[in-house]
């Protein structure tokens, strides 16, 4: 029994294979959202339905623009994993209350496997979806479990140095 991984790295492996369905040609990312021991939902980043895909392009604009790793959301057209994870539970009717989302991303080039860390507009998805956990795995490969609740301090914080630095350009 030695060899089973454990329902974390289970559902992490999971969300690997999921995110090979990703066209991203930077990052690709894998989603899987467990309820109760039961996968209800997957998705992986990539343009709306329908829309053509950045590999059938042939080029992503966020690498044409020089945009660092983490920035330009509006400027590409991908729906991440996580929000298409929680996207298409709706479509089905599944509530994610409760939920724990597994993610797993990898380089589109050199085919690494890096740390999944949602941004700011899927923390806020994640925490509004009703999920309790989020599991990833750090860049030393180890894994990490966190509680969207902390992100809400977060964002407060955030928000706020916003708002101080507006004020004082501003004067």
Known sequence: ??????????????????????????????????VGDTIVSTGYNG?????KHCDEFGFCLKELANMPKGTGYDFCPAVHAEENAIINAARSGVSLVGGTLYIAGRDARTGELTEAMPCERCRRAIINAGITSVVIR???????????????????????????MLRESQS
Do not use: H, N, Q
Request: with cysteine; hydrophobic share 35%.
């Open 1 to 34: 029994m030695s060899g089973r991984p454990s329902k974390e790295e289970y559902f992490l492996r999971i969300a690997e294979v999921v995110l090979e369905r990703s066209t991203c040609l930077l990052r690709k990312y894998g989603a899987v959202i467990v």
């Open 47 to 51: 343009p709306a339905r329908g829309m």
């Open 138 to 164: 750090t860049s030393d490969g180890e894994l990490r479990r966190v509680d969207p609740r902390s992100w809400v301090a977060e964002e407060e914080r955030r928000y706020l140095e916003k708002a101080r």
